[in-house]
């Protein structure tokens, strides 16, 4: 499946959009994120203490997806359109001793604020390549993310 099929997540059966929306009540409410902002726009900080992010291209990014599907690992996904699609991987906090070891090339931490997507989002600033799990709202560990993307990267399919 490449990358664009991932990343767009309309029915076969009439283009209808099935991704969950959520606004800044549902993302506080529903999946306990400290998220700020207005009726229209929904914003999170991340990097900090709660939620941490990973950034890649979104080709890699729909492989890393699913290396981590296969072993039950995936979380929520960001993608921000653009000249070159990227997505975002939500995880738990980025730990302190990540700064031990390079990380792989083209994926870097995400320590800044980013836009969650709500319905009034247009889909060429933000969308879910993979929206967010109410019955399931833990997020995967940084580690397990660098580890999937190094598997995807170097081989090792374990």
Do not use: C
Request: aromatic share 8%; net charge negative; no cysteine.
């Amino acid at each position: 499946m490449t990358a664009a099929e991932l990343s767009d997540l309309r029915a076969l059966d009439g283009g209808v959009d099935l991704t969950p929306v959520f606004d800044v009540p549902d993302y506080r409410r529903r999946l306990g994120w400290p998220v700020d902002g207005d009726a229209g726009n929904a914003y999170l900080d991340l990097g900090a203490d709660q939620i941490g992010g990973l950034r890649m291209r979104a080709g890699l990014g729909a492989e890393v997806q699913w290396w981590l599907r296969l072993r039950m690992l995936a979380g929520p996904v960001l993608a921000v359109p653009g000249k070159r699609t990227e997505w975002t991987f939500l995880t738990q906090p980025i730990p302190d001793e990540h700064h031990r070891r390079p990380l792989p090339p083209g994926v870097e931490p995400v320590t800044t604020r980013v836009l969650l997507p709500t319905a009034q989002t247009d889909r060429t600033v933000a969308f879910w390549a993979t929206a967010p799990d109410v019955e399931h709202p833990s997020l995967p560990l940084f580690t397990s993310v660098i580890g999937a993307v190094r598997s995807v990267l170097y081989g090792h399919r374990f």
